[in-house]
């Protein structure tokens, strides 16, 4: 399956959502607004903690021989 280029742009009234080149725009409330950054904000903490752990894990076999 071939991989899509996605991008998100926030914006004074909402977002833009931009995948593979097609725009649409999502009005949004500033709560909205702040719900979806605090979300982004969750989920990229939980993949930093994830990608530390599994390095972390590589290290200890690593040096187990």
């Known amino acids: 399956m071939p991989k ?3 991008l998100i742009i926030p914006r004074n009234d909402g ?3 931009s995948i593979d080149g097609n725009v649409t725009i999502v009005e ?3 709560e909205q607004m702040l719900e ?3 979300r982004c ?3 990229g903490l939980e993949m930093l903690r994830q ?3 599994e390095a ?3 290290h200890k076999a690593a040096s187990r021989g």
């Open 4 to 6: 899509l280029k996605a």
């Open 15 to 17: 977002i833009a959502v």
């Open 28 to 30: 949004m409330q500033s």
């Open 36 to 38: 979806l950054a605090y």
């Open 41 to 43: 904000q969750k989920a």
């Open 51 to 53: 990608e530390q752990q």
């Open 56 to 58: 972390a894990s590589d």
